[in-house]
């Protein structure tokens, strides 16, 4: 799968000031604003502006996790919370019983099998402890950094670290949110995912997201096995999203409602 550069330069610049993003600031406004923290201090290392590299060709990140997962035995799981988890393959298709539920203007993939199987507000939790239920994880968990709750969601759905105490240094500073406006998914949507590595400890997925203007960008996330759920891993320098980058399709992503394209 190539990256569409296109000719007019716009995918030269950071992604923050791209056209795409600022489209739709509404969605993911989380992981817009987060990734963007990196970007505009200058902390990280990673070169967002570079040539975007398809999900066949892109390695997980190289940071450590910023902290020890737990065993994730089954009297570790959160009172309340079961699932099957005997399902360890990597997934080559979205699952039967895929739904879509709203958050605020988004719309979240869920699933009953795979999770999220509680929800409070902005915390979605119980996820299966597969590959499967990773994927619902990274979607459920890092949407849910935009609100007012979002220092419980950092609290209790954050990975324990360095990583954690720079995003919440980070977050902390930006100004209050405002509402979002629009119909469901009027902003942008959830397309697809690619499992770039997995392990009963951890798991780093890219998501592919489609814009209004029905262009594609995609970026990885990781979550590690810890108090008996999945926890969202930032890096250490505090970000959500790495490697964002424009796409030209669907080619290499399992495809939400469908399989594998290409």
Known sequence: MRASQ??????????????????????????????????????????????????AKTSAPANTPSSLPSSGTAEGRPAGCSTNDADQAVPKQSPADLKWKQSDTDLLPVSESAGPRKYDGPLWSCYAHTPLGAVFAVHGISTHFAGPRWREVADQQMARGAGRDEFVKRRGALPADEAKKGAPGSSGTYAGFSILSYSPTQATVMLLMQLPEKGYVSGTASVVWEDGDWKLRPTLTGSLLEGVAAVDGTNGFVIWGGGSAG
């Open 6 to 55: 296109g000719s007019s330069g716009e995918w030269e610049k950071p992604f923050w000031q791209q056209r795409g993003w600022l489209i739709s600031a509404a969605f993911l406004i989380a992981m817009v604003l987060i990734g963007g923290y990196v970007a505009l201090t200058g902390s990280d290392t990673d070169d967002n502006s570079a040539s975007p590299k398809s999900p």
